[in-house]
């Protein structure tokens, strides 16, 4: 089992930064494939952006591709969302998950808040 706790969300106002960190504990070598995903107000979830440990180009939704930073400190087994340029739309529950390939485990989520 792999637990994840998000932090550093929060409100913003638009054109602002914040950056989102995910503990992984537990069975870590269950999560050397981590990313973040969202939901938006009345949207389906989406995934944002993926890092694989160990190496390899991260991966992003071409939307947020630009503003947003995907990185991770493998000695902690955390991973990082810096999210820069925000905009009112990126207002919502942002989600960490991990697994060995697939996103088997995920964390409560976390709530960020754009304003205008």
């Known amino acids: 089992q792999v637990q994840l706790v998000e932090s550093g969300g929060g409100s913003v106002q638009a054109g602002g930064s914040l950056r989102l960190s995910c503990a992984a504990s537990g069975n870590t070598d269950s999560s050397k494939y981590m990313g973040w995903f969202r939901q938006t107000p009345g949207k389906e979830r989406e995934w944002v952006a993926s890092?694989?440990?160990?190496?390899?180009?991260?991966s992003y939704a071409d939307s947020l591709k630009g503003r947003f930073t995907i990185s991770q400190d493998n000695a902690k087994n955390t991973v990082y969302l810096q999210m820069n340029s925000l905009k009112p739309d990126d207002t919502g529950m942002y989600f960490c998950?991990?697994?060995?390939?697939?996103?088997?485990?995920w964390g409560q989520g976390i709530l960020v808040t754009v304003s205008a």
């Open positions: 998950a991990a697994g060995r390939s697939l996103f088997e485990y």
């Open positions: 890092i694989r440990s160990g190496g390899g180009s991260p």
